[in-house]
């Protein structure tokens, strides 16, 4: 049974910091593509940073030179560092895995609350 489980969010006052962290079972994990997407309600879910197997990262605008997306094979971790927060950067915060073995195959976590207020 395939899993991603996020975990490390909660209530951070603007300027600081979270790490989330996102564990992955059941999946040949090396081989996808990972990605940390956002969602404010009402509004779409965003991609805001991602990883591919071979290691390059891309950022959105809104999260480059604060946000580093990381990744650790051996221990099937997706991880998002989360500095200089802001009140916008509220969300739920969800992991995402794709990768093709037969066919293609496109997982989701079950989301974080990230909640930046002073």
């Known amino acids: 049974q395939v899993q991603l489980v996020e975990s490390g969010g909660g209530l951070v006052q603007p300027g600081g910091s979270l790490r989330l962290s996102c564990a992955a079972s059941?999946?040949?994990?090396?081989?996808?593509?990972t990605d940390w997407y956002r969602q404010i309600p009402g509004k779409q879910r965003e991609l805001i940073a991602a990883?591919?197997?071979?290691?390059?990262?891309t950022y959105a605008d809104s999260v480059i030179s604060r946000f580093t997306i990381s990744r650790d094979n051996a221990k099937r971790m997706l991880n998002l560092q989360m500095n200089n927060l802001k009140p916008e950067d509220t969300a739920v915060y969800y992991c995402?895995?794709?990768?093709?073995?037969?066919?293609?195959?496109?997982?989701w976590g079950q989301g974080t609350q990230v909640t930046v207020s002073s």
């Open positions: 995402n895995w794709k990768g093709y073995y037969g066919t293609q195959h496109d997982y």
């Open positions: 059941g999946i040949t994990f090396a081989i996808g593509s």
């Open positions: 990883v591919s197997s071979s290691g390059g990262t």
